[in-house]
C-alpha cells in the first residue's frame, strides 16, 4: 500500500460513516449468534421457545448485509474477476474500474429511491410480518435504502479515487 | 431461437463479470437492466427491490454469516493449528505423513464451518510452512493445500448446500447428510494420493531451488510445535469437540443448521475466551469485522444472484431449456453428461456462487423433469462448484494458495491437477452408483 494522500474532508467522512454502517453490522452479526444461542437453551433446557428471535434475526441478517455492504466495499473485499482487466495497461484498467464503479453506483442509487418507496409503501398499507411478534415492516425495508446510501456514498469516493490516481 | 438466447445471455453475463465488476453488483445491475427491456425501468426496479427484500428473506441465509463467523473464531482461536498439531502427532511418521495430516485436519475444520476460502487459507497459514520445511515440493505443498480447502465445501455443514437447499427447497440437514460419504472418499483418496507421490518429497527443481533461496519464510508462522500423541489430543480436545456439537446436534434433530452454527459460534468464543485463553474482546471485535466484510460481500451476491434467478424465469429460458430437452427426448445419460461438461466449462470462468445463481435456476426445471433424485444430483453440482473452485484460469482456491504460500501460481495449477482428478473420479462415481449420495440421507430418515 502507497502512504495515503490526504483526502478531501467529504472523503474522509464518507468513510467514517461507512465506518460506523460496518460497525454497527458487525455489532449486529454477534447479537443474531446469541440470541439464537439463547431461543435454542430456552426451548431445549425451560420449554419455552420464544416468538420474537426467528423473525428477529432475520432482520438482523438484513442489517449485516446491507449496511456492511459499503464497508466491504471500501475494503475492495466484494469479489469480483480481475483476471482479464489485469492484463490491461494501468489506464484502460482504470477506465474499465470508473465505468464498472459508475455502473455500481447506478446500481446503489436505484436501492436509495426504489427502496425507499418500497418502505413508503409498506409504511402506508400498515404491512406486518405474519409471524407473532407482528413487526411492522417498513423497519427493514428501510435497510434497503440506508444501505443504498452508504453505497453510493463509498462507490462516489471510489470514483473519485479512480480519478486523482 | 431458443439456443440463441442462452448463448447470448451467457455471453453477456460472462462480459460482465470480465470487467471486474463485483460480482454482487453484476447480477443485480445486469438483472435490472434485463428486467427493463421485458418491462418499463420503474416497473423493473420497483420488482428488484421487492427481489432484494425477499431474497435476505430467510432464516435458511441466516446460517451464512454465522458459519463464515465461526470459521474465523477457528483459525483465530488457534483451534485449526491445534488440530493440525494432533493430525501430524499421530501420523507424522506415516509415508508423506504431513501431507496426511494437512488432508485430515482439514477434513476436521471442514466439519465445523462450510467455506472452502476460509479452509484453504487457515490450513494454508498452518500447513504451507510445514510443508515447505519438510522439503515437498511447492506442486505438492499447493495439491495438499488446495485438496483439503476443497472439502470445505463438501463435508456438512457447506455454504453452498446452504444455499441449493434454500434455492430448490430441500431439506438442509438431508443435503448435508448427502455430503458425508462422497467427503470421506474424498479424504481418502487424497491421503492415499499424497502417500503415492510421497517420491517427489526432497526433490526440489531448481527453478524452486533460487526461489526458496531468494524469498525465504514468506509466511507468517503459527503455533506448529511438536507435541507427544496425548499431548496433542488433549490440545486438540476442544477443537474436536465442535463438530461433534454441530453435526450431532443437526442429526440428533436438537436444532437446525442455523442454530448449528449459533451454538458453534458460542462455543468457539468460550473456547478461545476461557479455555485457550487466545481471544480478547479487541480479538473478538476483528474477528466480526472481517466475517461481517465476507457475509456483506456474500450477501449482495445472493441479492444480485435473486434478481438475475428472477429475470432468467422471467424470460422464460429455464422453459424453453426444458421444452428443448423434452423435443428432442435426450438420453439421460447423455444429458447428464452434457450438464456436467457444462457446469465444469463455467466453473472454469465463474465464480462460484455465480455459478450457483446462473445454474440451479436453469437445471432444477430439468431434474425435476427427468425425476431426478433432488439430493443426488446436489452433490452431482456440488462436486462440480468444487472443481470450479480449483480449476484454472478463475478457481479463487488457487489465488488464495499462492497469495499465502508465496507460491508460484503456474505451481499451484499443477498441484491442483491432482485434486482435480480425484474429484472427477468421486463424481463420476457418485453418477454411476447414487447411493453414495442417498445412502446417509436415507439412515438419518
Redesign the interface.
Known amino acids: 500500500m502507497e502512504t495515503p494522500k490526504k483526502r478531501f474532508f467529504i472523503f474522509r467522512w464518507i468513510d467514517k460513516l461507512t465506518d460506523i454502517g460496518g460497525a454497527i453490522a458487525a455489532f449486529f452479526l454477534g447479537v443474531i449468534a446469541c440470541i439464537i444461542t439463547y431461543e435454542v437453551v430456552m426451548r431445549k433446557f425451560f420449554n419455552s421457545p420464544t416468538s420474537w428471535v426467528g423473525e428477529t434475526s432475520v432482520y438482523m441478517w438484513m442489517v449485516v448485509g446491507l449496511l456492511g455492504a459499503a464497508f466491504a466495499l471500501k475494503n475492495d473485499s466484494h469479489f469480483g474477476i480481475t483476471t482479464f482487466i489485469d492484463q490491461l495497461s494501468a489506464k484502460n484498467r482504470s477506465r474499465i474500474q470508473i465505468v464498472t464503479k459508475c455502473m455500481g453506483l447506478i446500481y446503489s442509487i436505484i436501492f436509495i429511491f426504489k427502496g425507499y418507496e418500497m418502505a413508503v409503501t409498506s409504511y402506508e398499507l400498515e404491512d406486518i410480518s405474519s409471524g407473532l411478534m407482528a413487526m411492522p415492516l417498513w423497519i427493514p425495508c428501510m435497510m434497503v435504502p440506508i444501505g443504498g446510501l452508504l453505497l453510493s456514498l463509498q462507490f462516489i469516493n471510489k470514483i473519485a479515487e479512480e480519478f486523482s490516481d | 431461437m431458443m439456443t440463441f438466447y442462452i448463448i447470448g445471455f451467457i455471453v453477456i453475463f460472462l462480459l460482465v463479470?470480465?470487467?471486474?465488476?463485483?460480482?454482487?453488483?453484476?447480477l443485480?445491475?445486469l438483472a435490472?437492466g434485463l428486467l427493463t427491456c421485458y418491462t418499463d425501468f420503474s416497473e423493473a426496479?420497483?420488482v428488484?427491490?421487492?427481489k432484494?427484500?425477499s431474497s435476505?428473506?430467510?432464516?435458511i441465509?441466516?446460517a451464512i454469516?454465522?458459519f463464515v463467523?465461526a470459521a474465523q473464531l477457528i483459525a483465530e482461536t488457534g483451534m485449526g493449528a491445534r488440530l493440525f498439531n494432533a493430525a501430524k502427532a499421530f501420523l507424522g511418521r506415516l509415508k508423506a505423513g504431513l501431507g496426511v495430516s494437512t488432508i485430515i485436519s482439514s477434513a476436521l475444520f471442514s466439519a465445523m464451518t462450510g467455506s472452502s476460502f476460509v479452509a484453504a487459507s487457515t490450513m494454508g497459514l498452518i500447513a504451507i510452512p510445514e510443508l515447505r520445511r519438510a522439503k515437498y515440493p511447492d506442486a505438492l505443498t499447493s495439491a495438499a493445500i488446495t485438496a483439503g480447502g476443497s472439502l470445505g465445501a463438501v463435508i456438512p455443514p457447506s455454504l453452498i448446500l446452504i444455499i441449493y437447499g434454500y434455492l430448490t427447497d430441500e431439506s438442509i440437514a438431508k443435503l448435508f447428510a448427502a455430503g458425508m460419504v462422497p467427503g470421506f472418499l474424498l479424504v481418502v483418496l487424497y491421503s492415499l494420493a499424497m502417500m503415492l507421490f510421497s517420491g517427489t518429497i526432497g526433490k526440489k527443481s531448481d527453478t524452486e531451488e533460487e526461489a526458496s533461496d531468494t524469498d525465504e519464510a514468506p509466511v507468517p508462522e503459527l503455533q506448529v510445535v511438536e507435541l507427544t500423541k496425548w499431548q496433542a489430543l488433549k490440545e486438540a480436545f476442544w477443537g474436536l469437540m465442535a463438530p461433534v456439537i454441530i453435526l450431532g446436534g443437526i442429526y440428533g434433530g436438537?436444532?437446525t443448521a442455523?442454530?448449528a452454527?449459533?451454538?458453534a459460534?458460542?462455543y468457539c468464543t468460550f473456547v478461545g475466551f476461557v479455555i485457550y485463553r487466545t481471544l480478547d474482546l479487541k480479538k473478538l471485535?476483528g474477528i466480526?469485522?472481517t466475517?461481517?466484510?465476507?457475509?456483506?460481500?456474500?450477501?449482495?451476491?445472493?441479492?444480485g444472484g435473486a434478481m438475475l434467478g428472477f429475470v432468467v424465469v422471467q424470460g422464460h429460458i429455464p422453459q424453453d431449456l426444458l421444452a428443448f430437452i423434452v423435443e428432442k427426448n435426450f438420453n439421460p445419460w447423455l444429458l447428464l453428461f452434457l450438464i456436467n461438461v457444462l457446469l465444469f466449462i463455467l466453473g472454469m470462468?465463474l465464480?462460484i456462487l455465480a455459478l450457483i445463481y446462473l445454474a440451479i435456476p436453469l437445471l432444477y426445471p430439468v431434474v425435476e423433469h427427468m425425476e431426478w433424485n433432488n439430493v443426488w444430483f446436489a452433490v452431482i453440482f456440488l462436486l462440480n462448484v468444487n472443481l470450479a473452485l480449483i480449476t484454472p484460469?478463475?478457481g479463487?482456491v488457487l489465488f488464495i494458495v499462492s497469495q499465502i504460500g508465496g507460491i508460484e501460481l503456474k505451481e499451484v495449477i499443477k498441484g491442483a491437477f491432482l485434486p482435480i482428478t480425484i474429484i472427477i473420479i468421486v463424481l463420476i462415481l457418485t453418477i454411476i452408483f447414487p447411493s453414495i449420495a442417498t445412502w446417509m440421507p436415507s439412515i438419518i430418515n
Open positions: 463479470l470480465a470487467s471486474g465488476m463485483p460480482v454482487g453488483f453484476g443485480g445491475f435490472i426496479t420497483s428488484s427491490m421487492e432484494v427484500y435476505m428473506d430467510s432464516s441465509l441466516v454469516p454465522l463467523l436438537i436444532f442455523t442454530e452454527a449459533s451454538i459460534v458460542v471485535w466480526l469485522m466475517a461481517m466484510n465476507v457475509s456483506a460481500m456474500i450477501a449482495m451476491i445472493v441479492i470462468f465464480e484460469p478463475m479463487g
